[in-house]
């Protein structure tokens, strides 16, 4: 069965630089939600997206947007990056609202 | 504050044994509960409780919730190596909120 898709699966930045992650939900999803783990944490809601529109939010930068397009894929930008932005961010689908999440792989991020 | 706690936060046992673990919520509004599995990669749905005292199993593992209790327990029965991981508890308030709110998971080590 299809799962969540992320690009890129590995990113290295520099401070200040910006970054965008993209996310492909399982087919049929309609709802996208981001989240960022760090080194031995749990992973922390950033942003979720329902048909489109932004259907929640978290502890999200304000230095970071994201949006969710007309074929359900969803890209989180990151901007003006920080060395404590360094973390795995997994992105996870479900379907018609909030439910079954189903992770993606993620996208380590690293900044230096 | 909404919390999740879960534990023990390690466990180490050897392959054939059962193990229990635990989690409790502390939430205003409760939805649903759900476990995940994380190996060295995204997290993998287990489970999703919304019913007190309905067993869902799926081969060794078994979930309950008890909502009187504010808890749920994961077991897994005949343990392999192939079970280590961490193993995450969440919970989703419901409501207009779609994010999940994980407890900090238990690792479990089966050793051989």
């Known amino acids: 069965a299809a799962g969540v898709i992320q690009s890129p699966r590995h990113l290295i930045k520099e401070k200040r630089e910006t970054a965008t992650l993209k996310c492909y939900p399982i087919p049929r999803h309609d709802t996208v939600y981001w989240y960022q783990q760090g080194p031995g944490q749990d992973p922390q809601f950033l942003i979720s997206?329902?048909?489109?529109?932004?259907?929640d939010k978290g502890s999200i930068p304000d230095r970071f947007s994201a949006q969710q397009f007309s074929d359900y894929h969803s890209e989180l930008n990151m901007s003006s990056l920080e060395l404590g932005d360094s973390a795995l961010y997994f992105c996870?689908?479900?379907?018609?609202?909030?439910?079954?999440?189903?992770f993606g792989p993620g996208t380590r991020l690293t900044v230096t | 504050e909404d919390k999740v706690v879960q534990s023990p936060l390690s466990l180490v046992v050897h392959e054939g044994d059962t193990v229990t673990l635990n989690c409790s919520y502390e939430v205003t509004n409760f939805r649903s509960l759900l476990w995940y599995k994380q190996e060295k990669k995204a997290p993998t749905f287990l489970f999703m409780l919304?019913?007190?005292?309905i067993e869902k199993k799926s081969g060794r593992l078994s979930s309950i919730l008890d909502k009187k209790e504010l808890s749920s327990i994961l077991n897994i029965t005949a343990t392999q190596t192939g079970d280590s991981a961490i193993y995450l508890c969440a919970f989703h308030s419901g409501g207009s909120n779609y994010k999940l709110t994980f407890g900090k998971g238990t690792l479990l080590t089966v050793n051989p």
């Open positions: 997206f329902y048909e489109k529109m932004q259907s």
């Open positions: 919304t019913s007190s005292g």
């Open positions: 996870a689908s479900s379907l018609a609202g909030p439910g079954e999440q189903y």
